[in-house]
Nanobody
């Protein structure tokens, strides 16, 4: 079955950096679209960055120039490098893939940006 396992979240000061990782299994990773979403308390889940199956990349306007999504097909892992973090980036970050008409999600990793 499809399994996505996120790691790398934590507490960081404003202006700091974190790198999130998502290890995937149960899919043909190299041709699978992969994405990062986030959900802050009281808000809807929103797209942060997506790397499509054709390797096109989309970013939310709020993270452009600060976040970078990448993948390592040899490790079946997608990354989200987050720089210049702001308090408003605080959220639970989820890894996502889409297969056969179904969205699959990881359990999430918490990112808290606070001084």
């Amino acid at each position: 079955q499809v399994q996505l396992v996120e790691s790398g979240g934590g507490l960081v000061q404003p202006g700091g950096s974190l790198r999130l990782s998502c290890a995937a299994s149960g899919i043909i990773f190299s041709i699978s679209p992969m994405g990062w979403y986030r959900q802050a308390p009281g808000k809807q889940r929103e797209l942060v960055a997506r790397l499509g199956s054709g390797y096109t990349i989309n970013y939310a306007n709020s993270v452009k120039g600060r976040f970078t999504i990448s993948r390592d097909n040899a490790k079946n892992t997608v990354y989200l490098q987050m720089n210049s973090l702001k308090p408003e980036d605080t959220a639970l970050y989820y890894c996502n893939t889409y297969l056969g008409g179904t969205d699959y999600w990881g359990q999430g990793t918490q990112v808290t940006v606070s001084s």
